[in-house]
């Protein structure tokens, strides 16, 4: 199970930008792929997962309305479109993957990617 990251970079409040997750060695249809961010000072924070079976989302009460995961099974990428960012969504952002079933603690994550670094300030 391989994993990595693309797509940070720095934008001012209000912008946007899409993660990538390129995955490798396994099939989405057999594992959940998580989004998880760190700040600086911070622990870990769950944002957001899509299942494996049905492509069923899932995003952290801060994220929701704002951030959007989705998946590319022939590529075998998968995406967090993040609009309206706040300088509270800096951080660095990995992917990471479980077996089948999306779960909201960042802990229950077997396999991890590098992150990429996402920095919102004006």
Not at 83 to 95: F, H, Q, R, W
Not at 113 to 119: A, F, L
Request: proline fraction near 2%.
């Amino acid at each position: 199970v391989q994993l990595q990251a693309s797509g940070g970079g720095s934008v001012q409040p209000g912008g946007s930008l899409r993660l990538s997750c390129a995955a490798s060695g396994f099939s989405l249809d057999l594992y959940a792929i998580g989004w998880v961010r760190q700040a600086p000072g911070k622990v870990r924070e769950w944002v957001s997962c899509i299942s494996a079976r049905d492509g069923t989302t899932y995003y952290g009460d801060s994220v929701k309305g704002r951030f959007a995961i989705s998946r590319d099974k022939v590529k075998n990428m998968v995406y967090l479109q993040i609009d309206n960012l706040k300088p509270e969504d800096t951080g660095v952002y990995y992917c990471a993957a479980r077996q089948r079933v999306c779960n909201s603690d960042w802990l229950q994550y077997s396999d991890w990617g590098q992150g990429t670094q996402v920095t919102v300030s004006s």
